[in-house]
């Protein structure tokens, strides 16, 4: 048996990373005219991600849409 580790890499990788996740009171309605609080994570354009913030509870308990926004880093979205 060799004794060099042997990483594993995906054979396929996505970009699939351009989305928005839209959170809502449960008791929204056609008619509800509710704020909308928008966040755009932080990270230098290199990391973080839509996921480290979920709106689920502020939705709920503020009667509030909550949009997180997923988008490119890195070489990928902002090459510098």
């Known amino acids: 048996m060799s004794k060099c580790l042997k990483g ?11 989305y928005l996740n839209i959170y809502t009171p449960a008791d929204l309605t056609k008619e509800s005219r509710l704020p ?3 966040w755009i994570h932080g990270g230098g354009l290199v990391v973080g ?3 480290t913030y979920d709106g689920l509870a502020l939705s709920a308990r503020e009667n509030v849409v909550v949009v997180t ?9 902002f090459f510098r």
């Open 36 to 38: 909308v609080m928008v």
């Open 69 to 77: 926004i997923q988008y490119r880093l890195g070489i990928w979205g």
């Open 49 to 51: 991600g839509a996921s």
């Open 8 to 18: 594993h890499l995906p054979r396929k990788i996505t970009l699939d990373c351009l």
